[in-house]
């Protein structure tokens, strides 16, 4: 007899995907959970996360592991639950870089080489003269380039990577940045099915709620986090807020808007500003 090679957690595993960052930054871990490699500041968030409004709409946090010498911050892989999952890393806020690295660069600039490949790579007059002589370009302009390249800038999000659930990958979205292929984006990653567009928002709107009534929130400066959307064919549809990598606490007793512009100085990140316009982007797609 024919047996189908998988049992259901097998699956599972298999279909696990990281549609960002540096591929040996993840491990598999028990049934169920994921092993990120450690970053004391992610830790810190995760900590105090704990006792916040934002805890339901954040991955479970079961603290920090060692595997083969590695240390690594050990929580619940938010695809377990779906069968055969549709994914997608929404990044939020109109800035991608924290202050203190433009301050750096500024100080002390490091042209490199790898980004600048990346930049020619997408647009070959990317970089200005004196980058394409020293051929590098430094981090913050890296990012910068790229923020104004897609939606971050003018949306105050951008599209990172889907996976959908015919084994489909992409992760070229660098230069989707009007608001009209951000609407294309999100019918192709729901295959048309308005219902779970409705879903999402509904699942925005919970955490916009969450946002507003969140400690935590109004004292960091949210940068690279994203969104993960994940939905399966039975129509299941989640959002979850990660990547607390560059989520950075401001001094005791000051506090951002989230939803004025930024100016060097004022750390604000345009999260509010930018999930406003997800949102509205997705009603779009509702009603178009
Ligand atoms: P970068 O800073 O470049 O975005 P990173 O190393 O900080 O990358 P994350 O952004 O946290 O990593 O995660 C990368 C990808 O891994 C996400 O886009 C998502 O696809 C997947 N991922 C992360 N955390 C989880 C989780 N808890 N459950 C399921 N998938 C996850
Ligand atoms: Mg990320
Ligand atoms: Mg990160």
């Excluded at 003269?129 to 380039?145: D, F």
Aim: overall charge negative; aromatic content about 10%; glycine content about 8%.
């Amino acid at each position: 007899f024919v047996r189908w090679p998988f049992n259901a957690t097998q699956r599972k595993k298999l279909s696990w995907v990281q549609l960002a960052g540096h591929k040996g930054n993840f491990k598999a871990a028990d049934e169920g959970s994921i092993l990120k490699k450690f970053s004391e500041n992610e830790m810190e968030c995760f900590e105090k996360l704990r006792d916040d409004a934002l805890l339901p709409f954040v991955p479970g946090y079961h603290g920090v592991v060692e595997k083969d010498g590695e240390s690594f911050l050990h929580m619940t892989d938010l695809l377990a639950t779906f069968d055969l999952p549709n994914v997608m890393d929404c990044k939020m806020g109109v800035r991608t870089y924290l202050e203190e690295e433009l301050v750096r660069a500024r100080e002390r600039p490091k042209p490199r080489e790898d980004l600048y490949k990346k930049m020619v790579e997408v647009d070959r007059d990317g970089p200005t003269p004196q980058e394409h002589s020293q051929r590098g370009v430094t981090k913050p302009r890296y990012m910068q380039w790229r923020e104004t390249l897609s939606s971050s800038n003018t949306l105050g999000f951008r599209i990172e990577g889907i996976k959908k659930d015919d084994g489909t990958c992409r992760t070229d979205f660098k230069k989707t940045r009007k608001k009209q292929d951000v609407i294309q984006v999100f019918k192709d990653f729901v295959s048309g099915d308005l219902g779970l567009i409705k879903s999402y928002l509904t699942k925005l709107e919970e955490i916009r709620q969450a946002l507003n009534t969140s400690e935590f929130f109004k004292r960091h400066e949210v940068i690279g986090s994203s969104l993960l959307f994940i939905h399966d064919s039975t129509g299941n549809a989640q959002v979850w807020i990660i990547d607390f990598g560059k989520t950075t606490a401001l001094p005791e007793g000051q506090t951002l808007q989230h939803d004025v512009p930024w100016q060097e100085g004022n750390r604000e990140d345009g999260y509010l500003w930018g999930l406003e316009n997800l949102m509205h982007t997705l009603r779009s797609v509702v009603e178009e």
